[in-house]
C-alpha cells in the first residue's frame, strides 16, 4: 500500500543525533519527512559542522520546545590552539596564528577554574542573532562587523577531557545562550594563544542525553522497514518528558473542563501545596478511559489556578464525554 503524502496529526518528542555537514533546519525538514508529519520543530539550533543531540518536537510538543530552549545543555568540544578562524570554527578561513605554549594539565585547570559561574560573553558575528532585523552572519558574509552587547550565562561545569598539544578537548555544561565557539576563543587567550573549534558535540540538553538519541540513517532504516509507521511513532517522548522540573496537578474532569473553557479554579477547591504564585505547573486530568493526560500548563495568580498553555490536541474534553455544567 502506497505511504499517504498528506501531513500526520503526531505529538511528541524525538531525540536525534544531528550528523555534522546540514544546518538543524535541514535535519529538521528530514526527520518531518520520514514521520510524515503535519508539524514539526527543533529545540536550540546546533552549528552546521556540530554533531549531537537535537530534540525535535512534533504536533503539540512544539508547544513546549520553549522550556526546552531555556534548559542548561552540556557538550564535548575539541579546539585546535594557534589558530584563530573568522567563523572560530573548522568551517572559516585562518585569520591569526599564535605560538603554541607548553602546558600542563594543572596550568589547563587552573585556567578553566576561573571560567565557572557566572560569565559574560560577547556573542560572534557568524551567528544567526538578528541586529536591526538582520542576521549577524549575513551582515559577517558583507564584512560587516557591528557592536554585540555582552550577554549574562552561567558554565555549571568545564572539565579537561584531553591535552595534546595542540588540540584540547574539554566538556562543558552551561546556561542556554552560551556559544561554545566563543568560550574556546576565550580560554585560548587565557592559555596565552588563540583557537578555534574543530569538533563540537551536544551531549545533553535538560534531562535528555545523547545516548537516547537516533541518527537519520536509523530512522530511514525503520521507515523502509515499517509502512505502518508504528515502529516510528514508537520512537517519540510523551510531550510531559520536557516538563517533569514543573510540579504536577491531577485536576477531576469537572475541574478539567472549567480550565479548558478558560474559567480559573480557586485554589481552596483543589490540592495545592509546595507551589508558590510564580511556579508553572504542569495540569492533567483523565479521559472517559480513565486514562490520565497532560492538559497544559497553569499558574496561580490572585489565588486562582489560571491555565497559561493548553494542549488540546492530547485529548479535549469532547473527548472525555463531560458536557457544560448548567446553569441553574
Given at each position: 500500500?502506497?505511504?499517504?503524502?498528506?501531513?500526520?496529526?503526531?505529538?511528541?518528542?524525538?531525540?536525534?543525533d544531528?550528523?555534522?555537514?546540514?544546518?538543524?533546519?535541514?535535519?529538521?525538514?528530514?526527520?518531518?519527512?520520514?514521520?510524515?508529519?503535519?508539524?514539526?520543530?527543533?529545540?536550540?539550533?546546533?552549528?552546521?559542522?556540530?554533531?549531537?543531540?537535537?530534540?525535535?518536537?512534533?504536533?503539540?510538543?512544539t508547544?513546549?520546545?520553549?522550556?526546552?530552549?531555556?534548559?542548561?545543555?552540556?557538550?564535548?568540544?575539541?579546539?585546535?590552539?594557534?589558530?584563530?578562524?573568522?567563523?572560530?570554527?573548522?568551517e572559516?578561513?585562518?585569520?591569526?596564528?599564535?605560538?603554541?605554549p607548553?602546558?600542563?594539565?594543572?596550568?589547563?585547570?587552573?585556567?578553566?577554574?576561573?571560567?565557572?559561574?557566572?560569565?559574560?560573553?560577547?556573542?560572534?558575528?557568524?551567528?544567526?542573532?538578528?541586529?536591526?532585523?538582520?542576521?549577524?552572519?549575513?551582515?559577517?558574509?558583507?564584512?560587516?562587523?557591528?557592536?554585540?552587547?555582552?550577554?549574562?550565562?552561567?558554565?555549571?561545569?568545564?572539565?579537561?577531557?584531553?591535552?595534546?598539544?595542540?588540540?584540547l578537548?574539554?566538556?562543558?555544561?552551561?546556561?542556554?545562550?552560551t556559544?561554545?565557539?566563543?568560550?574556546?576563543?576565550?580560554?585560548?587567550?587565557?592559555?596565552?594563544?588563540?583557537?578555534?573549534?574543530?569538533?563540537?558535540?551536544?551531549?545533553?540538553?535538560?534531562d535528555?542525553?545523547?545516548?537516547?538519541?537516533?541518527?537519520?540513517?536509523?530512522?530511514?532504516?525503520?521507515l523502509?522497514?515499517?509502512?505502518?509507521?508504528?515502529?516510528?511513532d514508537?520512537?517519540?517522548l510523551?510531550?510531559?518528558?520536557?516538563?517533569?522540573?514543573?510540579?504536577?496537578?491531577?485536576?477531576?474532569?469537572?475541574?478539567a473542563l472549567?480550565?479548558?473553557h478558560?474559567?480559573?479554579?480557586?485554589i481552596?477547591?483543589?490540592?495545592?501545596?509546595?507551589?508558590?504564585?510564580?511556579?508553572?505547573?504542569?495540569?492533567?486530568?483523565v479521559?472517559?478511559?480513565?486514562?490520565s493526560?497532560?492538559?497544559?500548563?497553569?499558574?496561580?495568580?490572585?489565588?486562582?489556578?489560571?491555565?497559561?498553555?493548553?494542549?488540546?490536541?492530547?485529548a479535549?474534553?469532547?473527548?472525555?464525554?463531560i458536557?457544560?455544567?448548567?446553569?441553574?
Open positions: 500500500m502506497a505511504r499517504q503524502r498528506r501531513g500526520r496529526d503526531i505529538h511528541g518528542i524525538l531525540l536525534l544531528k550528523p555534522a555537514g546540514i544546518s538543524s533546519n535541514r535535519a529538521l525538514q528530514i526527520v518531518k519527512r520520514i514521520f510524515q508529519a503535519k508539524k514539526a520543530g527543533h529545540t536550540g539550533s546546533l552549528d552546521p559542522f556540530a554533531t549531537g543531540l537535537l530534540p525535535i518536537c512534533f504536533g503539540e510538543a508547544k513546549v520546545s520553549a522550556f526546552m530552549l531555556d534548559a542548561d545543555k552540556c557538550y564535548r568540544a575539541t579546539a585546535k590552539l594557534g589558530e584563530k578562524t573568522t567563523t572560530a570554527d573548522s572559516g578561513e585562518v585569520c591569526e596564528q599564535q605560538p603554541v607548553d602546558l600542563s594539565d594543572a596550568e589547563i585547570n587552573a585556567v578553566f577554574a576561573g571560567f565557572h559561574g557566572p560569565q559574560t560573553q560577547i556573542p560572534p558575528m557568524y551567528s544567526a542573532l538578528k541586529m536591526d532585523g538582520k542576521k549577524l552572519y549575513e551582515l559577517a558574509r558583507k564584512g560587516i562587523e557591528v557592536e554585540r552587547p555582552a550577554r549574562k550565562l552561567f558554565i555549571h561545569k568545564l572539565e579537561l577531557c584531553g591535552w595534546n598539544k595542540p588540540q578537548v574539554f566538556d562543558v555544561c552551561s546556561s542556554k545562550g556559544y561554545i565557539r566563543v568560550l574556546a576563543e576565550d580560554i585560548a587567550i587565557a592559555l596565552g594563544s588563540c583557537a578555534h573549534l574543530t569538533d563540537l558535540r551536544r551531549t545533553r540538553a535538560g535528555f542525553n545523547v545516548e537516547h538519541a537516533l541518527s537519520i540513517e536509523q530512522l530511514e532504516l525503520l523502509r522497514e515499517d509502512e505502518s509507521e508504528t515502529q516510528l514508537n520512537l517519540l510523551p510531550v510531559d518528558a520536557a516538563l517533569q522540573d514543573f510540579s504536577r496537578l491531577d485536576l477531576s474532569p469537572q475541574q472549567e480550565i479548558h478558560g474559567r480559573p479554579l480557586d481552596l477547591d483543589i490540592k495545592v501545596s509546595n507551589i508558590s504564585n510564580t511556579d508553572l505547573i504542569r495540569i492533567y486530568t479521559d472517559k478511559h480513565g486514562r493526560y497532560l492538559m497544559g500548563m497553569a499558574k496561580i495568580e490572585d489565588q486562582k489556578l489560571k491555565s497559561v498553555r493548553l494542549f488540546p490536541g492530547l479535549t474534553p469532547a473527548q472525555t464525554g458536557q457544560h455544567k448548567k446553569t441553574p
